[in-house]
């Protein structure tokens, strides 16, 4: 267990409808980041938040957005989903910027 | 914007051999990460590099960086079935706000 839970493991889902992601980040960890990886586009950051502030923003679809709680859980909903919308959705959260991260399980979207 | 390619993309090496994959980048950066991923699973930090001629080295494995060069390697010695994975090597990116851009990364399979 590395600490950042993500939720649900797995989830499929069909075109058109919309997904929440949720990440737990590991104790005393500030900052989340979001990555979606798919088998053609590899692993391609989407957003960072730090302590509930948007700090950067990657190839994040404006059909995709998210947020950092005061908990500092954070939530990636996804909406009007595609069929390419399937991929991993990985979380992870960091103490400081440029120290690596920890990585959650991931939530496998797949979208029939 | 920055790119991080690896090479090669595909190894496959028989145990008790030696090989490096090869990290390059096309802009500034004084952090370097690697990290492991078995199929179907999270993403496991090895070793986060922050200086130019930092080297490390955990088991089977050493990184290194250069960063005048823009290149990382990571040498795997005396390869065993265990090390087989994909491994990713990322780069931060401070302009434009903060992000790590992950390679396309390099899947390994070592032959017993």
């Known amino acids: 267990d590395s600490g950042v839970t993500q939720t649900p493991k797995h989830l499929i889902t069909a075109t058109g409808q919309r997904v929440t992601l949720r990440c737990s980040p590991r104790?005393?960890?500030?900052?989340v980041y979001w990555y979606q990886q798919s088998l053609d586009q590899g692993l391609q950051f989407l957003i960072q938040?730090?302590?509930?502030?948007?700090?950067a923003k990657g190839n994040i679809l404006e059909r995709f957005s998210a947020q950092q709680f005061p908990d500092l859980h954070s939530e990636l909903n996804l909406s009007s989903l595609e069929l390419g919308d399937s991929a991993l959705y990985f979380c992870?959260?960091?103490?400081?910027?440029?120290?690596?991260?920890?990585f959650g399980s991931g939530t496998r979207l797949t979208v029939v | 914007e920055l790119k991080v390619e690896q090479n090669p993309l595909f190894l496959s090496m028989q145990e008790g051999k030696n090989y490096t994959i090869y990290c390059n980048y096309s802009t500034t950066s004084d952090r370097l990460y690697w990290y492991r991923q078995d199929p179907g699973k999270s993403l496991e930090s090895l070793f986060v590099l922050l200086s130019n001629g930092a080297v490390k080295q955990e088991g089977r494995l050493m990184a290194s960086l250069d960063t005048k060069a823009r290149l990382s390697t990571l040498h795997i010695t005396a390869a065993v079935h265990d090390l087989s994975a994909t491994y990713f090597c990322a780069v931060d990116l401070s302009t434009g706000g903060f992000k790590t851009i992950f390679g396309a990364g390099t899947r390994l399979f070592v032959k017993a």
């Open positions: 104790s005393g960890d500030l900052s």
């Open positions: 992870a959260s960091s103490t400081r910027q440029g120290y690596g991260y920890t």
């Open positions: 938040y730090y302590n509930g502030e948007e700090r």
